[in-house]
């Protein structure tokens, strides 16, 4: 079974830009949550999604924004990109929502550099 | 406010050495519990859950849960140089829509 995969790997951008990233998660899986990962920090919950519905936001503003498709892949956009928007952008896809023991499976990350 | 605290590191120790990894956090709720691995450049892996207190066995690591005094440790025997990396720990508490809850991380160095 292919794992989760995500375009583009590295994109570089400038202040100002916008983006969207990319998500396609494991066969079957309908949850796809979304993370920011910078140097020393945790993962930086950003959104989950679930059958389309975004179930849970974290707190990041406005310009980080995202969507799911029928078919379970996601996409998050981030406007007016900043320097500190630089990050790995991960996303995690799980069978379901919630629940226990609901493991997530991570993508290899989109490495995004704003200059 | 939900969190969970991970000493940062980096922890140095010899091949063979057994390695003991915290986690505690401040959720009495928390239900279940998750210790991931990252490797330098790529994406975190699971390792491991747990959710009832006591131990959990897997090869050469074992994930202890104590609900009481609130932490969650993964203990790692005969380490070897492949097992050097950041281990995330994670949790799931009962509210906030089930949404994991990560710690900042261990980078751990196995020398040879």
């Known amino acids: 079974k292919a794992g989760v995969t995500q375009t583009p790997r590295y994109l570089i951008k400038t202040r100002g830009q916008q983006v969207t990233l990319s998500c396609s998660p494991i066969?079957?899986?309908?949850?796809v949550s979304w993370y920011q990962q910078t140097p020393g920090q945790g993962l930086q919950f950003l959104f989950e999604?679930?059958?389309?519905?975004?179930?849970n936001k974290g707190n990041f503003p406005g310009r980080f924004s995202g969507r799911q498709f029928s078919n379970s892949r996601s996409e998050m956009n981030v406007s007016t990109l900043e320097l500190g928007d630089s990050a790995l952008y991960l996303c995690a896809s799980s069978l379901r929502a919630g629940g226990e023991l609901n493991e997530q499976f991570f993508g290899p990350g989109t490495r995004l550099t704003v200059l | 406010q939900k969190e969970v605290e991970q000493n940062s590191g980096p922890l140095s120790v010899p091949e063979g050495a057994i390695v003991s990894l915290n986690c505690t956090y401040s959720d009495r709720g928390s239900q279940s519990f998750f210790w991931y691995r990252q490797y330098s450049g790529k994406s975190p892996e699971l390792i491991m859950f747990i959710y009832s207190n006591g131990d959990k066995e897997d090869g050469r690591f074992t994930a202890q849960l104590n609900k009481a005094s609130q932490y969650v440790s993964l203990l790692i025997r005969d380490s070897q140089p492949s097992d050097s990396a950041t281990y995330l720990c994670a949790l799931r508490p009962m509210d906030s829509n089930y949404q994991l809850i990560w710690g900042a991380g261990t980078k751990l160095i196995i020398k040879p």
């Open positions: 999604y679930f059958s389309e519905t975004q179930r």
């Open positions: 066969s079957g899986h309908r949850s």
